[in-house]
Protein backbone atom coordinates (compact mmCIF):
# COMPACT_ATOMS: atom_id res chain seq x y z
CA UNK A 1 0.00 0.00 0.00
CA UNK A 2 1.51 3.23 -1.20
CA UNK A 3 0.23 5.87 1.33
CA UNK A 4 1.46 9.58 0.80
CA UNK A 5 3.53 11.22 2.56
CA UNK A 6 3.21 14.39 4.80
CA UNK A 7 4.57 16.37 2.22
CA UNK A 8 2.01 14.86 -0.88
CA UNK A 9 -0.76 16.17 1.82
CA UNK A 10 0.74 19.70 2.92
CA UNK A 11 -0.11 20.87 -0.43
CA UNK A 12 0.69 24.88 0.17
CA UNK A 13 3.77 23.92 2.61
CA UNK A 14 2.47 25.55 5.28
CA UNK A 15 4.10 22.60 7.56
CA UNK A 16 0.62 21.47 8.54
CA UNK A 17 -2.10 19.45 6.47
CA UNK A 18 -5.39 21.11 6.54
CA UNK A 19 -8.97 19.71 6.18
CA UNK A 20 -9.00 21.07 2.97
CA UNK A 21 -5.54 19.33 1.79
CA UNK A 22 -7.02 16.29 3.48
CA UNK A 23 -10.60 16.22 1.49
CA UNK A 24 -9.63 14.08 -1.17
CA UNK A 25 -8.33 11.14 1.10
CA UNK A 26 -11.66 9.73 2.97
CA UNK A 27 -9.20 7.60 4.89
CA UNK A 28 -7.73 10.25 6.47
CA UNK A 29 -10.32 12.37 7.15
CA UNK A 30 -12.29 9.70 8.73
CA UNK A 31 -9.64 8.98 11.46
CA UNK A 32 -9.19 13.20 11.57
CA UNK A 33 -9.56 13.61 15.66
CA UNK A 34 -7.64 10.48 16.03
CA UNK A 35 -4.76 12.04 14.52
CA UNK A 36 -5.39 15.69 15.36
CA UNK A 37 -4.48 15.30 18.61
CA UNK A 38 -4.38 18.97 20.24
CA UNK A 39 -7.91 19.45 18.33
CA UNK A 40 -6.64 22.53 16.25
CA UNK A 41 -8.09 20.78 12.63
CA UNK A 42 -4.57 20.92 11.67
CA UNK A 43 -1.98 17.69 11.24
CA UNK A 44 1.02 18.31 11.62
CA UNK A 45 4.43 16.56 11.46
CA UNK A 46 4.54 15.48 14.95
CA UNK A 47 0.58 14.45 14.97
CA UNK A 48 1.10 12.62 11.34
CA UNK A 49 4.17 10.76 12.69
CA UNK A 50 2.36 9.33 15.72
CA UNK A 51 -0.67 8.33 13.54
CA UNK A 52 -0.03 4.32 12.82
CA UNK A 53 -1.55 3.62 9.05
CA UNK A 54 -2.13 0.13 9.89
CA UNK A 55 -5.27 1.60 12.41
CA UNK A 56 -7.04 2.11 9.25
CA UNK A 57 -9.97 -0.31 8.40
CA UNK A 58 -9.59 -2.62 5.37
CA UNK A 59 -11.99 -0.73 3.32
CA UNK A 60 -10.29 2.70 3.56
CA UNK A 61 -6.97 1.29 3.21
CA UNK A 62 -7.70 -0.33 0.01
CA UNK A 63 -8.48 3.61 -1.21
CA UNK A 64 -6.24 5.47 -3.12
CA UNK A 65 -6.06 9.40 -1.96
CA UNK A 66 -7.80 10.13 -5.40
CA UNK A 67 -10.66 8.10 -4.86
CA UNK A 68 -13.89 9.32 -4.54
Given at each position: ??L ?5 RD???D?V ?5 A??WS ?12 R??Q?D???WNA????T?S????Q???D??
Open positions: LDPTFFDMDGGISLEEADALTSAWDCIDRNDNIMREFDPKLSEQKKKPDK
